[in-house]
């Protein structure tokens, strides 16, 4: 794939909101999937990982090595989802930046999700024991969301009905 320019899809939104389901569908397409979570889960289950870790300083240390396997598979050509939430503007656009300066192209694709199916999903999750979603969690996380604004050309999908805006 040398000499492919990249092409890098960042997801954006809250928990529950579809990210993983998306990024996995372009994952099934040939796409690299980069995601904190797995990266969590993985060594959780591998015991690397113990509930009484610093889970801010882990997630920034995996997300290190994520940041690492971007530019790794930019310059390879290779096209990427990266499976996060990018709650803040600088967040994302240092992941733009990341990309562009590796040679590929970047497309942000915001889910939008009312606070209320938040909060419903959240509910739901609880019933799962593989998530970390939670009403307490939603209830922090809504507010300090940053949602995408129109200079960053997000393509916006309405979580609820599954439809692009």
Not at 4 to 15: E, K, N, Q, W
Not at 61 to 90: H, K, M, W, Y
Not at 136 to 146: G, L, N, Q, T
């Amino acid at each position: 794939m040398k000499g492919t320019r990249s092409h890098v899809v960042l997801t954006c939104g809250v928990a529950g909101s579809g990210k993983t389901t998306f990024a996995k569908q372009l994952e099934a397409s040939g796409f690299a999937r980069l995601s904190i979570d797995d990266e969590v889960w993985r060594r959780i289950s591998a015991g690397v990982l113990t509930p009484e870790a610093d889970t801010r300083l882990v997630s920034l240390s995996i997300e290190e090595e994520i940041r690492a396997r971007l530019v790794d598979l930019v310059r390879q050509g290779r096209n990427v989802v990266v499976d996060f939430s990018f709650p803040a503007r600088s967040s994302r656009d240092a992941y733009k930046r990341i990309v562009e300066e590796n040679g590929g192209t970047v497309e942000l694709v915001y889910f939008r999700l009312s606070p209320e199916i938040a909060h419903a999903r959240a509910r739901q999750d609880a019933l799962d024991s593989t998530s970390s979603n939670d009403r307490v969690s939603v209830d922090r996380y809504i507010p300090a969301f940053e949602v995408p604004e129109e200079d960053e050309e997000p393509i916006v999908i309405d979580a609820f009905s599954g439809g692009i805006l």
